[in-house]
T-cell receptor, first 109, second 114 residues
């Protein structure tokens, strides 16, 4: 599976959009991009995933560049409860997911 | 609640003892994964089942670790002769059949070896 690169930490003001970037320059054509987040002492929570097209659900939007070498997770109106570690993962088929260190997002009042 | 269930949530054991954790996946999810997570790190893959077959094991899964998934339903992870370095959160995840499906995680079992 392709390796991902994320910033170690980011801050965001409450009520503003949080844009979390992820680089996956070695992604192959059949690898999906997944985003999970983990709030302290809990299991990872699925957020969203996509292959080529941008995706949106009730939690977030996922923007994937045309060359698929990077993506951005957007939380449109961040709240204090969105403070967590966010993981960007690429995976093909039935393989397991390999987590990196993720981005620690802190939402500030 | 029909999510992934793990039991127990917390386990404290003395070094050298054996421990067993249980994971009940989401119903009809044929794929089940075990991960280990230490403080400040992302989850690390341990092993993967498709139905009852164990298809992949990480190098992290030493001889003291064994996982089973009889009948392709719940799974157990056993650690024999625990060591202090085994202290971690043990996470289970399950996923349905087909490609491009998301996996759902349980709340984990936190193991402390004293």
């Amino acid at each position: 599976d392709a390796k991902t690169t994320q910033p170690t930490s980011m801050d965001c003001a409450e009520g503003r959009a949080a844009n979390l970037p992820c680089n996956h320059s070695t992604i192959s054509g059949n690898e999906y991009v997944y985003w999970y987040r983990q709030i302290h002492s809990q299991g990872p929570q699925y957020i969203i995933h996509g292959l080529k097209n941008n995706e949106t659900n009730e939690m977030a939007s996922l923007i994937i560049t045309e060359d698929r070498k990077s993506s951005t997770l957007i939380l449109p109106h961040a709240t204090l409860r969105d403070t967590a570690v966010y993981y960007c993962i690429v995976r093909v088929g039935n393989n397991d997911m390999r987590f990196g260190a993720g981005t620690r997002l802190t939402v500030k009042p | 609640d029909t999510g992934v269930s793990q039991d127990p949530r917390h386990k404290i054991t003395k070094r050298g003892q054996n421990v067993t954790f249980r994971c009940d996946p989401i119903s009809e999810h044929n794929r089940l994964y075990w991960y280990r997570q230490t403080l400040g790190q992302g989850p690390e893959f341990l092993t993967y089942f498709q139905n009852e077959a164990q298809l992949e094991k990480s190098r992290l899964l030493s001889d003291r670790f064994s996982a089973e998934r009889p009948k392709g339903s719940f799974s157990t992870l056993e650690i024999q002769r625990t060591e202090q370095g085994d202290s971690a959160m043990y996470l289970c995840a399950s996923r349905g059949p087909g490609t491009g499906r998301e996996a759902f995680f349980g709340q984990g079992t936190r193991l402390t070896v004293v």
